[in-house]
């Protein structure tokens, strides 16, 4: 039986980019990075959106600022801290800043903006249980998708509206565990599940 679920392999610590997921048909694009930051202590900063998707990024290393606004005007930067993860809605201009030094780790994810997934716990309820499967009885079919290792130079950016520079030193600061103004923070282990 044909599937379209994968396994797509990737080595870790490869300096460079490697294109983990991209086809087209698929509802995420993502990618792995390794490297040192090109520019630790920028004076202006180029900025850039992308109206139709929101863009994710997973932290593993560093430290460093983000860059975001809905207007060039309205840009301002939060530090951030590895490990973290860094969303960046669509419409808003953005970029990382990594001020530290040495090579760090990344795992990048553009998805369908303004998509919206229920809470764990609601999502999890509406599964739907198949039952027992005998799992010494299954048979074995790989999935691998090998990637395409690329240099961090190939990437372009073209998919991504123009933005524009702007002064780094002039951002204002915004405190890093900053909480959405209109959003309630609920302690599921507190609820009954």
């Not at 991209?22 to 900063?45: C, H, L, Q």
């Not at 430290?63 to 669509?90: D, F, N, Q, R, S």
């Not at 048979?139 to 690329?150: A, C, F, K, M, S």
Request: hydrophobic share 35%.
């Amino acid at each position: 039986m044909a599937s379209e679920a994968r396994v797509v392999p990737f080595q870790r610590e490869v300096k460079g980019l490697t294109v983990l997921m991209d086809t087209g048909k698929d509802s995420v694009f993502m990618w792995y990075g390794y490297g040192e930051s090109r520019d630790r202590a920028p004076e202006a900063v180029k900025v850039h959106k992308h109206d139709d998707v929101d863009e994710t990024i997973i932290l593993l290393d560093g430290e460093g600022y983000y860059l975001h606004g809905p207007t060039l005007e309205g840009v301002v930067k939060t530090p951030w801290e590895a490990p973290c993860v860094i969303w960046m809605p669509a419409g808003d201009y953005h970029r990382i800043v990594t001020t530290s030094a040495g090579a760090r780790e990344s795992i990048l994810m553009y998805t369908a903006a303004r998509t919206y997934v229920d809470p764990f716990n609601i999502t999890f309820k509406r599964a739907i249980i198949g039952g027992d499967v005998a799992f010494a009885a299954l048979p074995v079919v790989p999935l691998d998708r090998h990637p395409e290792y690329l240099e961090s130079t190939r990437i372009t950016g073209e998919r991504t509206l123009a933005g524009g520079d702007v002064e780094f030193t002039k951002l204002p600061a915004v405190p890093r565990n900053r909480r959405p103004e209109n959003v309630e923070i609920v302690d599921n282990n507190k609820r009954g599940r």
